[in-house]
C-alpha cells in the first residue's frame, strides 16, 4: 500500500499564491511519477499537473499553465505544487497522486492523497 500525505492549502485572495507539498510513503513498480489533481464543487475531478520521478518531464493543465509550477524531491518522494495569480477558478480540493503521469484520466490513479483544501477569494 502507498500512503500519501498532503500539506498546504487554505484561504487565498485572488492573485495570491500557495503552495501544496505531498509525500509518498514509496514508489511502486510500474508507476512513472506523482502529480495533482483537482475537484472543484460539482464539477468532476481534473487533471492539474505531473512530473516524472528524475523531474525531466512535467505536464500541465492548460488552465494553469504559466502560473502552477510543479517540482518533485526524488529521494524524499515529495512532490510541490507552486500555485501563483490563484482565481475564484482555482477554488476546489487538490490530491495528490502517484502513477503513470503520462495519464490524465482520474480513473487511471490508484494512489490518492486525502485531499486538501484551496479556497481562492474576491
Known amino acids: 500500500q502507498v500512503q500519501l500525505v498532503e500539506s498546504g492549502g487554505g484561504l487565498v485572495q485572488t492573485g495570491g499564491s500557495l503552495s501544496l507539498s505531498c509525500s509518498a510513503s514509496?514508489?511502486?513498480?510500474?508507476?512513472?511519477?506523482m502529480g495533482w489533481f483537482r475537484q472543484a464543487p460539482e464539477k468532476e475531478r481534473e487533471f492539474v499537473a505531473a512530473i516524472t520521478w528524475d523531474g525531466s518531464s512535467t505536464s500541465y493543465a492548460d488552465s494553469v499553465t504559466g502560473r502552477f509550477t510543479i517540482s518533485i524531491d526524488m529521494n524524499d518522494l515529495a512532490v510541490s505544487l507552486q500555485m501563483n495569480s490563484l482565481n475564484s477558478e482555482d477554488t476546489a480540493v487538490y490530491y495528490c497522486?502517484?502513477?503513470?503521469?503520462?495519464?490524465?484520466?482520474?480513473?487511471?490513479?490508484?494512489?490518492w492523497g486525502q485531499g486538501t483544501q484551496v479556497t481562492v477569494s474576491s
Open positions: 497522486v502517484l502513477g503513470r503521469v503520462s495519464l490524465r484520466a482520474p480513473g487511471s490513479y490508484t494512489y
Open positions: 514509496r514508489r511502486t513498480f510500474s508507476s512513472t511519477g
